[in-house]
């Protein structure tokens, strides 16, 4: 049982850090606002097919976070009442509902608006009339993979506590150092890490 419970746990873990996409998200449009116009070039086609292509792989490790860690939990001897008695576990399943959430909502709405208004511009450059309903877009895309690199480095932050809970002051500070980097990842292409 032991031997499961390890294998279980490396797979959550490696999992984790498979789901650190939104911030490779973020430094890919930052870079691609650093080449400035036009809009519609082979960049644009070529970062709009990276990210429209990621979203069946993200949705594969959500559901992989979810049955290993829930699979845990299970083997581990606690019902699924931990799910409201441990705190971080709790917290941790919100969070990988919450990012679901928001993949499902810019997979099956923002990206096909997305791809309708490059395939509606069908040149290029896209014609201003477009890139002004592009921009908005592409803009709300970025804010949500900044909400959900947040999220996955809090749910990575939370899973070190499931099973002995740091002080909550230190979890607090810990909250506010990966918003500030999230800020930071969001504003800017990050040129030297954490630097």
């Given amino acids: ?23 490779y998200a973020l430094v890919a449009v930052n870079q691609r606002v650093r080449l400035g116009p036009p809009l519609g070039d082979r960049t644009d086609t070529y970062m709009e097919n990276i990210i429209r292509n990621r979203t069946l792989p993200c949705f594969i490790f959500q559901a992989t976070a979810l049955v290993t860690g829930m699979a ?7 019902g699924l009442e931990a799910l409201v008695t441990n705190v971080a576990l709790g917290v941790k399943l919100l969070l990988l ?9 810019v997979h099956t ?33 970025k804010r949500i993979a900044s909400v959900c690199m ?11 506590q499931v099973w002995k809970p740091f002080p909550l002051w230190l979890t ?24």
């Avoid at 845990?72 to 606690?78: D, I, Q, T």
Wanted: proline share 6%.
């Fill in 150 to 160: 947040f999220v996955v480095l809090t749910l990575a932050m939370l899973g070190v």
């Fill in 97 to 105: 509902l919450l990012i679901a959430g928001l993949l499902t909502y």
């Fill in 109 to 141: 709405s923002l990206q096909p608006r997305i791809d309708a208004l490059f395939a509606q511009a069908a040149s290029s450059p896209v014609p201003q009339e477009i890139a002004q309903q592009i921009g908005p877009l592409r803009l709300r895309r």
């Fill in 1 to 23: 049982m032991d031997a499961l419970i390890d294998t279980l746990r490396v797979i959550h873990i490696i999992n984790a850090i498979l789901m650190a996409w939104p911030f």
């Fill in 72 to 78: 845990l939990v299970l083997l581990r001897g606690m």
């Fill in 172 to 195: 607090a500070v810990l909250v506010i150092a990966i918003a500030l980097f999230t800020w930071r990842a969001y504003k800017s292409v990050t040129p030297y890490g954490w630097v």
